[in-house]
Nanobody
Framework: QAQLAESGGGLVQAGGSLRLSCAAS????????MGWFRQTLGNERELVAS???????TYSDSVKGRFTVSRNNAENSVYLQMNSLKPEDTAVYYC???????????WGPGTQVTVSS
C-alpha cells in the first residue's frame, strides 16, 4: 500500500529542461534520504542525485551543474530539476528513499526521460 510514485518524465530536445517529481504515500514517517537513480537497457542502475532531510546533497559527476535535487519534508516529496539535457541523459529515472538508521531501500516504478539530438 505504501509507495513512491514518479511523474514529469517525457520527450524533450537536447538543451531543454524537465522537472521530475516523486510523491511518497502511505508511509508513517519522513524519509532521511531521498533521491534519484537512472537506468538504461542492459546497464546497471546508477545514482543521479540524493538529498538528506537537512538539505545535504550528492550528485554524480555527469550531472553536476545541470541538475538540482530538492525536497519538501512536510509532503515527503523529492524533485529533480534537469537543465541543459543531453541525449546521454535518456533513461528510466527511479525515485529512491530510505529511513534514518535503516539500510532498506524503497523504489518507485520509474518514469521515462528521452532526450532527442
Amino acid at each position: 500500500q505504501a509507495q513512491l510514485a514518479e511523474s514529469g518524465g517525457g520527450l524533450v530536445q537536447a538543451g531543454g529542461s524537465l522537472r521530475l517529481s516523486c510523491a511518497a504515500s502511505g508511509f508513517i514517517s519522513s524519509f532521511y534520504t531521498m533521491g534519484w537513480f537512472r537506468q538504461t537497457l542492459g546497464n546497471e542502475r546508477e545514482l543521479v542525485a540524493s538529498i538528506r532531510r537537512g538539505g545535504f546533497t550528492t550528485y554524480s559527476d555527469s550531472v553536476k551543474g545541470r541538475f538540482t535535487v530538492s525536497r519538501n519534508n512536510a509532503e515527503n516529496s523529492v524533485y529533480l530539476q534537469m537543465n541543459s539535457l543531453k541525449p546521454e541523459d535518456t533513461a528510466v529515472y527511479y525515485c529512491n528513499a530510505r529511513f534514518y538508521a535503516s539500510e532498506t531501500q524503497y523504489w518507485g516504478p520509474g518514469t521515462q526521460v528521452t532526450v532527442s539530438s
